[in-house]
Antibody, heavy 124, light 113 residues
């Protein structure tokens, strides 16, 4: 049973920074592309970022480019999202999600497993 | 960016009846070299993360009941729940992965009539 557990959420002031972590287990983390997807309260889903299985390539939605950075530590089976210059519109539940096997390890595809999410609230 | 439009926003269906959810993409998501539609469907129940139902527009994820089916090609897609059950009450999202940024439809809320 694939497990993804996010941590690091909380309340931060506008302009502040926060680092989310996603600890995974029960699959070979180093073989799969990984994503962050967010959901503002009462709203729909928004893809945020993708990182290739080996960390060699990354993709971002325009609204977070230059402010957020996705990374991974394959030796610790952990995915990260470093968020800076946070805005009120970044308030959301942030989900860590796993890409499918095969080409999904190299390119952002769909999400076959999800964590329970971490709430990030940006407010003064 | 590819815009995904779902309709209706919500629908109420009687138990055992069919529910049909539509999703339209602003650009073609059929990749001609492999004839695959880069389209997935998810189910999200209240307080839970989304769950993958369908990928490649019509391939059911392992463990998903066969009352869920996906169809369509190019820009127009449909998720069908053939015989609605109480546990199917949820919001359903389509998502394209033809080209980044990955984008979702706005969601369709399915309720029991």
């Amino acid at each position: 049973q694939v497990q993804l557990v996010e941590s690091g959420g909380g309340v931060v002031q506008p302009g502040g920074s926060l680092r989310l972590s996603c600890a995974v287990s029960d699959f070979t983390f180093s073989s799969f592309g990984m994503h962050w997807v967010r959901q503002a309260p009462g709203k729909g889903l928004e893809w945020v970022a993708f990182i290739r299985y080996d960390g060699s390539d990354k993709y971002y939605v325009d609204s977070v480019k230059g402010r957020f950075s996705i990374s991974r530590d394959n030796s610790k089976n952990t995915l990260f999202l470093q968020m800076s210059s946070l805005r009120t519109e970044d308030t959301a539940v942030y989900y860590c999600a796993k890409g499918p096997p095969g080409a999904g390890s190299y390119h952002p595809y769909y999400f076959d497993s999800w964590g329970q999410g971490a709430l990030v609230t940006v407010s003064s | 960016d590819i815009v995904m439009t779902q309709f209706p926003d919500s629908l109420a269906v009687s138990l055992g009846e069919r529910a049909t959810i539509n999703c339209k993409s602003s650009q073609n998501v059929l990749y001609s070299s492999n004839s695959k539609n880069y389209l997935a469907w998810y189910q999200q129940k209240p307080g839970q993360p989304p769950k993958l139902l369908i990928y490649w527009a019509s391939t059911r994820e392992s463990g998903v009941p066969d009352r869920f089916s996906g169809s369509g090609s190019g820009t127009d897609f449909t998720l069908t729940i053939s015989r609605l059950q109480a546990e199917d009450v949820a919001v359903y999202y389509c998502q394209q992965y033809y080209i980044p940024p990955l984008t979702f439809g706005g969601g369709t809320k399915v309720e029991i009539k």
